[in-house]
């Protein structure tokens, strides 16, 4: 048995008449996994199922081998597991120590020295050591952020959720938290979900594209680069059959589609690659209604 | 419109969270009660409530007397009102802080059941407020002792019954604040007990000598808080044995409020 791994199988999750999942089925092995998707896709969804919060109305989720449907089992996922939300709630009275500290008692690190010690590593892992003392309320988006990763990474757990953990990070916080987290996946799983897909090219081996509750895409960055390869081009006007088309800085306009004969290709990006597949069901999806 | 209400509810239910077999543990629950009762006493709410008893009672002893035992009446009375006050207001704002602060979804994914915190609030209000109300009676009975017109009327079973309105009052509000997620819980608490005839039929502080029998009113009191925690805790797994013991406790607790009232009343 793999006890480092997600799978989720065929599961359907609907709220009220909206539906989230539409028979997703993915494996995520030990290391990172990047998930991709526009807004409503079913990242946050999947990640709250991850993190054991949601039960799927129909299909199989086991993570780290345990079955969270299973009472006792969910207990022990529980245990192992850090999870940021994409909109982490705060004491805001509470200082930074405090906040951390008090998710770590109910992480049951009950023993006093060891529980304050374990919150003093994780903020400065995050680099909030120096306002620990200060009152949440009083801190910076992006330093409340780093506050929500510091108590997710506490116990150093073997299932990391993080949900779109680096919006509102700047470029040097985003630089520390891949590598706080790339330091951290080398024997555990992290699920990833992030619209940055520099983020994903940097970090995860592997990738999930999610469209309308389904994984549209598994792969590496590689491969999902590789789907706009021979499909990015440059030219001097909007290219009118270009499924996207943008003006670079140096005027030049970058299109991705179909490529016309004698077009300048370029190589694609992995951003590329996700667009064209996204924007490509959301075409045929289009042309078909 | 029905199916919309439907699609709410059925939505509600899709988002419910899974609770964890686990039992809360006693450290757990410690540790979490030195936070809230921490939290408690230095929340603003409590320093204005001592503040605002202070005053209360200054108009309730009449501005005229100045002369130290008037003093020592007015500090001690005033601060066991104000401890009265700003224990129900702190202990249902920790309440309501996981909702208020959306804290609901990272706390759900952690292996504590939630009555951990819900056991740890209740713990902080007996560990900070309820440590200060022992404290403050402590000084009020010395006080109120050597006041000639209430000296006669304090004993051991007046003043001990002031510490346990106050822990009742803010085990009502904790039961309140998880159930009735506002708040105006706590203010309709106070406006209950002013502005309704409870204050009168179910007194929480009676001296001896208003002939009300003191078994039956230690029962009562000891009704009330059983049911307001098994209430609080019925809130985060609703068990049978949960709502019983509640259902148990209140008609045991109204069965000694009639018990308690002397024949003709007060």
């Given amino acids: 048995m793999n006890l480092a791994t997600v799978e ?73 597991l850090g999870y940021m939300p994409q909109e982490p709630g705060f004491h805001r009275s509470f200082t930074a120590f405090e906040f951390v500290d008090y998710i770590a008692i109910l992480k049951e690190m009950t023993e006093r020295k060891a529980r304050h010690d374990e919150v ?15 009152k949440i309320r009083a801190l910076s988006g992006g330093m409340r952020r780093r506050v929500a990763l510091a108590q997710a990474l506490l116990g150093d757990p073997d299932l990391l959720v993080l949900d779109e953990p680096t919006a509102g990070l700047d470029p040097e916080q985003r630089l520390r938290f891949r590598e706080i987290v790339s330091e951290r996946a080398a024997d555990r799983t992290v699920l990833l979900s992030t619209h940055q897909t520099e983020d994903v090219a940097a970090l995860c081996p592997r990738v999930v594209v999610m469209l309308d509750g389904r994984a549209l895409f598994e792969g590496t960055p590689k491969d999902l680069t590789e789907v706009a390869a021979g499909r990015v081009w440059l030219s ?31 190589a694609p990006t992995l951003e590329d690659g996700y667009l064209l597949l996204v924007g490509e069901r959301a075409f045929a999806e289009g042309e078909a209604a | 419109m029905v199916a919309s209400l439907r699609d ?116 902080g209000m007996v560990l900070g407020p309820g440590s200060i109300a022992v404290a403050l009676t402590a000084i009020a009975w010395w006080v109120f002792g050597r006041d000639p017109d209430i000296g006669p009327h304090v004993d051991g079973f007046l ?22 997620p506002s708040l105006f819980g706590g203010p309709l608490i106070i406006a209950a007990y002013i502005f309704t005839p409870i204050g009168w039929v179910a007194p929480w502080i009676m001296p001896r000598s208003s002939g009300i029998a003191p078994g039956w009113h230690m029962a009562y009191i000891a009704a009330a808080l059983t049911m307001w925690v098994a209430l609080a805790l019925a809130r985060d797994r609703r068990t049978r044995s949960r709502f019983a013991i509640a259902g148990i406790a209140l008609v045991f607790g109204i069965f000694a409020i009639v018990q308690q009232t002397p024949p003709g009343g007060y």
Avoid at chain 2, 75 to 102: H, Y
């Fill in chain 1, 120 to 134: 003093r590593r994780v903020l400065d892992l995050v680099g909030l050591d120096s306002v620990k003392d200060r």
């Fill in chain 2, 8 to 123: 709410v509810r059925s939505g509600a239910r899709a988002s419910a969270i899974p609770v964890v077999p686990a039992r809360p543990s006693f450290a757990g629950i410690s540790a979490i009660g030195g936070v809230e009762a921490r939290k408690m006493l230095t929340h603003p709410v409590y320093g204005v409530s001592l503040l605002f008893g202070l005053l209360l009672f200054r108009g309730v002893l009449g501005f005229g007397g100045t002369g130290g035992s008037r003093v020592g009446l007015w500090l001690a009375g005033g601060l066991l009102m104000g401890a009265v006050v700003g224990t129900l207001l702190s202990a249902n704002i920790a309440a309501l802080r996981p909702r208020r602060d959306q804290m609901l979804e990272l706390y759900g994914s952690l292996p504590s059941p939630p009555e951990t915190r819900t056991a740890g609030s209740l713990a």
């Fill in chain 2, 159 to 180: 003043m001990v019954q002031f510490p346990l309105a106050i822990l009742a009052l803010g085990t009502s509000a904790i039961a309140v604040g998880r159930w009735f």
């Fill in chain 1, 236 to 266: 001097a006007q909007r290219a009118g059959h270009a499924r996207l088309s943008w003006r670079n800085p140096d005027g030049a306009h970058r299109n991705i589609g179909d490529a016309p004969e004698g077009a300048d290709l370029v």
């Fill in chain 1, 8 to 80: 989720i199988t065929d599961v359907h999750k609907r709220f009220g008449r909206t539906t989230a999942l539409a028979g997703l089925s993915f494996e995520a092995p030990a290391g990172i996994t990047g998930l991709l998707g526009p807004n409503g896709a079913g990242k946050t969804t999947l990640l709250r199922m991850a993190a054991t919060v949601l039960a799927p109305d129909a299909g199989r989720v086991r993570m780290l081998g345990w079955d969270p449907s299973v009472s006792g089992e969910r207990l022990a996922i529980r245990r192992r």
